[in-house]
C-alpha cells in the first residue's frame, strides 16, 4: 500500500499562486472576523491558524476565485482547506452541494454567513432579501465546462471522501504509486467534454476512495450527475483521511512544504 504524499493536492489544476502578505493579511482578518461572528468553537476554528495561502481565479465564476491553504486539525495531523471567495461572500468548501445549488441559482442571501445560507435562503422568502446573483457564465466544451466539472466533483464529498478527476500520470493523486504494467493506464487521459443539446457531456477517470473509475458526467445549469461509471482500480490509491473542511489529512512534521505564514 502506498503512503500517502505530504506535499499538498490542490482541489483542482489550474494557475494557483501564492498570496503576497497584503491578501494574506485581509484574508485572514476576514476569517477571523467570520469565526467571531459565528460564536464559540466550531469545526472550522483551526483556520484561526492557516498557512501557506494560494489563491486560482475561477473561470467559470468571473470575478471569484479559489483561496486554498494548510491547518492543524490535531497536535499531529494538518489538513488542507479550500474557501470559494467572490463578492461578497465566501465558503468554506466542506463538500455538501446545497450551497452551490443555491449559488448557481441566484438563491443566496448576500452579507450572511455562507456557511448558514443554505437555510437561510430557504426560509427569507420576504423580497427585502437581497441575494447574490448567480456567478455561473454559460458552459463551454473546452475550458469553462471542464474546469466547472472539475471543481464541483472535488467540492462534493461522498462517505469516503472527494470526487477528484485523474487526467494525466503526473497526477498528485497517483503520487507514490508503481504505475508499470497497470492495466488502467491507458484509460487517464485529459477530461473530453462534448455538447448535447443545452448539455454537456463529460468523460474522464475520478478517484474516489482508493480506487479509480471511468465515469459519464452530464452537466445541464450548474447541475452535475454522473450517469455511468466503470471500476478500473480497487484499493490501489494513496488512503485519504478528511474531517470536513479538511481534507488530505497528513502528518504535520512530515511535511515539506511548511514555509511558516504566508
Not at 472535488?154 to 504494467?181: K, N
Not at 468523460?203 to 473509475?213: E, K, P
Not at 461509471?229 to 490509491?237: F, I
Request: hydrophobic residues 40%.
Amino acid at each position: 500500500m502506498p503512503n500517502p504524499p505530504v506535499t499538498p493536492i490542490p482541489l483542482m489544476p489550474g494557475r494557483w499562486r501564492p498570496l503576497g502578505d497584503p491578501e494574506s493579511k485581509l484574508f485572514r482578518q476576514r476569517v477571523s472576523d467570520r469565526l467571531t461572528a459565528r460564536g464559540g468553537p466550531t469545526t472550522h476554528q483551526p483556520l484561526a491558524h492557516m498557512k501557506n495561502l494560494r489563491a486560482m481565479p475561477l473561470s467559470f465564476y468571473p470575478g471569484w476565485f479559489l483561496v486554498e491553504g494548510e491547518a492543524p486539525v490535531t497536535d499531529d495531523l494538518q489538513g488542507t482547506f479550500d474557501v470559494l471567495y467572490g463578492p461578497g461572500l465566501f465558503w468554506v468548501i466542506d463538500g455538501n452541494s446545497p450551497f452551490l445549488h443555491q449559488l448557481n441559482a441566484g438563491g443566496v442571501p448576500k452579507d450572511i454567513d455562507a456557511q448558514d445560507s443554505v437555510s437561510s435562503a430557504t426560509t427569507l422568502g420576504t423580497p427585502r432579501v437581497e441575494r447574490l446573483h448567480s456567478p455561473l457564465i454559460e458552459l463551454d466544451e473546452t475550458t469553462t465546462g471542464p474546469d466547472y466539472l472539475r471543481f464541483f466533483c472535488a467540492s462534493i464529498w461522498g462517505q469516503e471522501g472527494p470526487f477528484m478527476l485523474v487526467e494525466g500520470l503526473d497526477s498528485p493523486l497517483l503520487v507514490g504509486i508503481d504505475i508499470d504494467d497497470k492495466p488502467w493506464l491507458d484509460e487517464i487521459k485529459p477530461l473530453q467534454m462534448t455538447r448535447d443539446g443545452d448539455d454537456l457531456v463529460g468523460q474522464g477517470v475520478v478517484a474516489y476512495a482508493q480506487n479509480l473509475f471511468a465515469a459519464r458526467f452530464r452537466v445541464k445549469h450548474g447541475m452535475v450527475v454522473m450517469e455511468d461509471d466503470r471500476e478500473l482500480a480497487d484499493t490501489e490509491l494513496m488512503p485519504q483521511q478528511f474531517i470536513a473542511p479538511f481534507r488530505h489529512l497528513r502528518p504535520i512534521a512530515a511535511s515539506t512544504q511548511e514555509k511558516g505564514s504566508a
